[in-house]
């Protein structure tokens, strides 16, 4: 059954070299040879191999850099035995040259790049060797030029290094090689160069100044009402208008026909609402410009709708020296309106009054009681005067007139109700003379800024010598301010009279009298016109004789003549239909010497007046 099975077929017969059995079991193959164990080094071990591979690599690299710097050096040694050309004249030491000397200084670093400039080296001597006349009387200089342009970057540049020959029959050579990546040296990596004999690379600048003329260029803009074909015609038909409108002042301001067409086409693009109306609005446009006359000047320009004719605005100009002449009041309206005449100045009894008013009586202007003048005011001489600040009216009352204060409806005659210092004011001009004296206005000559109209407007406050000037405001014919200035005055401020003035402190003045009268002088001579209302008592605050007065009180008179006269706040509301005056805190004296020109402009287009 055994040997059917085959079961032990695989194994050695025990004694197969004198196995006796007929039939066996076993094989009688030789037995097969022991399977060695095979080690698996641990990590370890695998660190110190790699370890000792390393150390060996390294030691390599090492026995070869030294080798290679031992060749060099001794290449070094038999160029410089065997070179017979003698050293330049001139030498440029550059970059690349103080790159090599490195190299040969610190030899720890070698590249391919220093070995190929030793070796052009010796190719450029050979070359000059060759070159060389065989006279000793003609020189051979060799001069090598190296350029040296930094740059950031390591791509691939041609190096060029170029001999001249400075002879009669002068050549030159060159030797281009290239390079890849950086330019290694014995203190550090330098950056690669570009070509040796070329120059650095500057930016490129404009030599021309760049302006924006020609038709301007539309931008198309969402939900526009106008397709931007159109709008570009329509730009290049304004520019050619406007082109040849401001052709005479062009070469001042060269971009001002393409600035006016873009702001032109602006201006019908926001006027209308459809393609239609764009259409129709330039069209209109366009005639206008080509009726206008060329530009006279810089300030003859302006788009249509916004400019204006200077012949046209010159005819139609309101107030004009030949209209206000004939406004100007007479010698004798200025004397019953109480002007300061020419005549105070040469009365010679003016110099026996004294100015002086320091414990002198006066009547209070307020509450028209008698009182003695002080120069410094004790505490209860602030609370002595109890007035009414408000004007009497008349007011009807179960069918009866009754004379009442419009500060406070109290009937006339009761007590006041508001309480201050007794103050007073001085009418008499001969009196005003002897405490300042007044002066006139300078001859013709004398103003720079020449106007026609000048408006004034004083506010006054009490002193101890009455009312003094304490704000004077000043504006020409086109309402243009030409001095607003506070005033100090000449005597101890009793009361700056706020809830007329306005004023209430004097912080920030800077002039007195005499100043504030020398800048009005630049604006102001005896041939200009003063424009005013009630301006005598200007004058007399200013202590000012001046010969041509207009005043809107005598332009618009009282029914009732003299003394009686509207004041300024009825005339504006009834002929301007302007309110004025309604503040609390003072009156302005620039809104009232703007409605004295008001006033004037409207007599003028009417000189019959106006029915109040």
């Known amino acids: 059954m055994f040997p059917t099975t085959g079961l032990f077929k695989k194994i050695t017969c025990p004694e197969y070299l004198n196995c006796q059995r007929v039939t066996c079991v076993f094989t009688h193959s030789p037995p097969p040879s022991p399977v060695k164990k095979q080690l698996i080094p641990s990590s370890d071990q695998l660190i110190s191999g790699t370890k000792r591979k390393l150390k060996t690599s390294i030691d390599d690299n090492q026995i070869a850099k030294k080798k290679a710097i031992q060749d060099q050096r001794q290449q070094q040694q038999q160029i410089k035995s065997s070179s017979a050309i003698p050293r330049p004249v001139k030498t440029q030491p550059t970059a690349m040259m103080a790159a090599t000397s490195t190299a040969a200084a610190a030899p720890k670093r070698v590249t391919n790049l220093s070995r190929s400039i030793i070796n052009n080296k010796s190719n450029n001597n050979s070359l000059n060797s060759l070159l060389k006349p065989a006279s000793s009387s003609s020189s051979l200089s060799s001069t090598t030029t190296v350029r040296h342009m930094p740059t950031s970057t390591s791509m691939t540049r041609p190096i060029t290094t170029t001999t001249k020959n400075i002879s009669s029959a002068s050549s030159s050579t060159t030797t281009t090689l290239k ?92 006027k209308t609402s ?67 005449l020419i005549s105070v100045i040469n009365n010679k009894e003016d110099e026996k009054r004294s100015g002086e008013t320091i414990g ?11 009182y003695i003048v002080k120069d410094v005011l004790q505490e209860n001489d602030l609370t002595l005067c109890q007035f009414h600040h408000g004007r009497m009216r008349m007011v009807m009352n179960r069918g009866e007139k009754l004379r009442q204060y419009t500060c406070c409806d109290e009937s006339y005659g009761s007590m006041g109700c508001a309480k201050g210092p007794h103050v007073y004011k001085d009418e008499n001009v001969q009196d005003l003379h002897a405490k300042i004296p007044f002066i006139s206005t300078p001859e013709g000559s004398s103003a720079k800024n020449k106007c026609i109209v000048v408006a004034l407007d004083c506010e006054m406050a009490y002193t101890t010598a009455g009312m003094e000037l304490v704000r004077l405001t000043a504006i020409d014919e086109h309402c243009k301010v030409l001095l607003d200035e506070l005033v100090f005055p000449s005597h101890m401020v009793i009361d700056l009279n706020t809830r007329y003035s306005g004023i209430k402190t004097l912080a920030g003045a800077r ?66 239909q302007k309110f004025i005056q309604d503040s609390t805190e003072g009156h302005d004296s620039f809104e009232d010497a703007k409605t004295c020109v008001d006033l004037l402009e409207k007599y003028l287009k009417s000189p019959q007046g106006q029915k109040l």
Request: with cysteine; charged share 25%; hydrophobic share 35%.
């Open 179 to 270: 390079t890849t990546g950086p330019i290694k040296t014995g203190v550090g990596i330098q950056p690669s160069m570009s070509s040796m004999g070329g120059s650095r690379r500057m930016a490129h600048k404009a030599s021309f100044n760049a302006t924006a003329t020609g038709p301007p260029n539309i931008v198309p803009t969402l939900n526009c009402h106008a397709p931007l074909k159109m709008r570009q015609l329509i730009s290049q038909r304004l520019y050619e208008q406007f082109l040849r409108i401001y052709q005479p002042i062009l070469s001042n301001h060269p971009t001002l026909a393409t600035e006016h067409t873009k702001c032109q086409e602006a201006f019908i693009l926001e």
């Open 274 to 340: 459809n393609q239609a109306g764009y259409k129709q609005m330039a069209t209109n446009i366009l005639m206008n410009l080509k009726k206008r006359p060329e530009a006279l000047n810089d300030q003859d320009t302006g788009i249509d709708g916004e400019w204006e004719d200077p012949v046209t605005k010159e005819q139609q100009k309101v107030i004009t020296l030949a209209k206000v002449t004939k406004c100007i009041l007479s010698r004798e309206e200025m004397e019953k309106m109480g002007y300061p």
């Open 360 to 370: 002198s009586k006066k009547t209070c202007d307020r509450c028209k009681k008698e």
């Open 511 to 576: 002039h007195n009298l005499d100043s504030v009268r020398k800048e009005l002088f630049k604006y102001v001579d005896a041939n200009t016109i003063l424009l005013g209302h009630g301006l005598e008592n200007d004058m007399n605050a200013l202590r000012l004789i001046h010969p041509k007065i207009i005043d809107t009180a005598a332009l618009y008179p009282h029914p009732k003549g003299l003394p009686y006269r509207y004041g300024l706040r009825v005339l504006s509301t009834r002929i301007l």
